[in-house]
């Protein structure tokens, strides 16, 4: 079975660019999520999905990022215009519990974004 | 207030020695889900197990074993006669229900060093 799919795996841009990050989730799995995760810290959700509805997207800072899940199954990560302190491995995680996160999750390799 | 706090932030051990791993949560639930995860130094987290808060039995998978103890919110990981394949950052995790969902909660990590 195949895993949690994300690309790219490394993306170096300049501020004020925009970025987009892709993630393929498990098959099956109705529940997706985003993480940001800085050095030498653990995961911060940004944003989850069931199925294409984003049921909890309070920590996703709406003025630069946005998310979307077309089709229920991949989704997209974009931030526009990226700040220097966006820099951060992101991460994509899929889990085949609907309306609960009581499920384990399974996590993409991340995609390392340097903003310089 | 940090939901889990893993307050070993690095530990050095040589091969073949035991070591546990650190974790306490909080939560006013009755109801919720504890998890570890690894992430090696290649970046995808791996799940490792999940219990929930109703099944205080400890669990040995291997040279594994985790101590699941409600009286003091800890859920404590012990590797057995480590290897260097056991070097990684661990990850503790809690899920509670907040507004009829769940919200999953990462530690900061402890990094095992384990050296031959």
């Known amino acids: 079975e195949a895993g949690v799919v994300q690309s790219p795996r490394y993306k170096i841009i300049e501020k004020k660019q925009p970025v987009a990050f892709w993630c393929n989730p498990i098959?099956?799995?109705?529940?997706l999520y985003w993480y940001l995760q800085n050095l030498g810290q653990g995961p911060e959700l940004l944003i989850r999905?069931?199925?294409?509805?984003?049921?909890?997207d309070s920590q996703l800072p709406k003025d630069r990022f946005s998310a979307e899940r077309l089709k229920g199954v991949d989704s997209t990560l974009k931030i526009q215009p990226a700040e220097l302190g966006d820099s951060a491995v992101y991460l994509c995680?899929?889990?085949?519990?609907?309306?609960?996160?009581?499920?384990?999750?399974?996590f993409g390799p991340g995609t390392r974004l340097t903003v310089t | 207030a940090q939901k889990v706090t893993q307050a070993q932030t690095e530990i050095s051990v040589v091969e073949k020695e035991d070591v546990t791993l650190d974790c306490v949560y909080e939560t006013r639930d009755t109801t919720y889900y504890l998890f570890w995860y690894k992430q090696p130094p290649s970046g995808e987290l791996v799940f490792l197990i999940r219990r929930n808060s109703f099944d205080e039995q400890n669990e040995i998978s291997g040279r594994y074993s985790w101590n699941f103890q409600k009286s003091t919110s800890s859920f404590n990981f012990t590797i057995t006669a480590s290897q260097v394949v056991d070097s990684a950052v661990y990850f503790c995790?809690?899920?509670?229900?907040?507004?009829?969902?769940?919200?999953?909660?990462f530690g900061s990590g402890t990094k095992l060093n384990v050296k031959p």
């Open positions: 995680a899929s889990s085949p519990g609907q309306g609960s996160s009581t499920y384990e999750q399974y």
């Open positions: 995790a809690l899920s509670e229900a907040v507004d009829n969902f769940n919200k999953f909660y």
């Open positions: 999905y069931e199925n294409e509805e984003a049921v909890d």
């Open positions: 098959s099956g799995h109705n529940t």
